[in-house]
């Protein structure tokens, strides 16, 4: 993901799609402001729980505002949890989500949306391909 970050650009309907997406979950805040409300990496983890229960613990997490704290917060989500699904931050990307930078978290959600919906499509696709061939 990090070589990708500068060239990515979400479409509008990509940015819908991301947005309705994150509300479909029950977390612990509502969020008003997507990049300043997930910027400690809190709430993407609650998320990452809900998709991914086995992978993260959420006492690993605290919420916070000192950007150091936040920092810490997606060094260790990275190391964690990222890092198991072949999602990689570098250390500009984790400043950037931090910061609450625009568009970067939007950025990150859709590649995580992408990811899921990759991990949970039917393997019986696969399968009939094999029959056919």
Avoid at 26 to 47: F, H, T
Wanted: with cysteine; net charge neutral; hydrophobic share 35%.
């Amino acid at each position: 993901m990090p070589s990708r970050k500068k060239s990515i650009q979400l479409s509008t309907q990509e940015l819908i799609d991301v947005y309705h997406w994150v509300k479909k979950f029950i977390l612990s805040k509502d969020i008003k402001n997507i990049n300043r409300d997930l910027a400690d990496g809190v709430l993407v983890a609650e998320i990452l729980k809900h998709l991914y229960p086995k992978l993260v613990d959420l006492h690993n997490y605290t919420k916070c505002n000192a950007t150091r704290n936040k920092l810490d917060n997606w060094q260790t989500l990275n190391r964690k949890v990222l890092s198991r699904l072949n999602i990689y931050l570098d250390d500009e990307l984790m400043g950037d989500l931090a910061s609450g930078s625009n568009g970067m978290m939007e950025v990150l959600l859709f590649e995580l949306m992408a990811k899921h919906s990759q991990d949970n499509k039917p393997h019986y696709q696969h399968a009939e391909r094999e029959q056919i061939e």
